[in-house]
């Protein structure tokens, strides 16, 4: 009995080669945007004065030199100082506002959230030349005042986003069943759904600090020449001429930046599982 055996069809090779096609696109993607990273991260333990690739000798110099500048520690401490601030007032306003959107019968609520959320969707180069203007105006622009407002202003559209829909998950149910038994809407609120939504504020915090921590954009025309944060000073250091101590810096600005956002991705996973 003789049985006809054919071989894999056109449609079998294509798939297989769509399958060839798109794992080799990924690698070449993942090498594109890892690559950098790491000859960063290995530059950083070079113990030459000049950048160079292979580095003649291995070490700690640019971390020594890092940490013994009183240049790159200002820079340091006023990004860790401006971000802070910044993204408690981005919670002290924002947080309000979420619940006026999600929680009350306020009107024109959608184009509150539209105006709340413009900073985001706006040009930067554009929005921060509007703020110059502003802040020249009421002649407070390159100081810390400006920047601060800055900041805080371009992290309430994040925590909205980020708290919005967690307190959309939370049913008002709980908020009705405290006011019948005697609390008020203030206290309902403030004692059941804010201390339900806590990881996501504090989630909302992470991403407002990141955000102004690593900006590098609204610095350049609100800071002036006398405030100087990380990222500005990492701008200035390429723009005069390369230092390798940015390596360093750049190594640890990664892990900081990857490690603040993990935690923040971790809280929000803990939101949308304990509301699902």
Known sequence: MNVDR?????????AKAVVVADTALRTIVTACLYAPVILIVVLSFANGTILRFP????????????????????????????????????????????????????????????????PLVLPGVAYALSLYTIFVAARIEGSMKALVLTYSVLGMPLVILVVG?????????????????????????????????????GAAFIFAFIFAFDDAVFINF?????????????????????????????????VTVGLTTGVAFAWRRHVWTRYR
């Open 222 to 254: 609100v800071g002036g020449p006398t405030t100087v944060t990380l990222s500005k000073a990492i701008f200035d250091s390429v723009k005069v001429g390369i230092d390798p101590v940015i390596t360093a810096v750049a190594t640890l600005l990664m």
């Open 165 to 201: 829909p967690a307190m959309a998950r939370v049913s008002t149910d709980l908020e009705l069943v405290a006011m019948t038994l005697g609390a008020s809407r203030t206290r309902a609120i403030l004692g059941i759904t804010l201390r339900m939504l806590a990881p996501a504020v």
């Open 55 to 118: 580095p003649e000798s291995w070490g700690f110099r640019q971390y020594r030199t890092l940490f013994g500048s009183s240049y790159w520690l200002g820079a340091m401490r006023t990004s860790l100082e401006v971000s802070a601030i910044s993204a408690a007032i981005a919670l002290a306003v924002g947080v309000p506002v979420t619940i006026a959107i999600y929680r009350t019968r306020l009107p024109f609520k959608g184009l509150i959230q539209l105006i709340a959320l413009s």
């Open 6 to 14: 054919k071989g894999p069809s056109i449609g079998q090779h294509a």
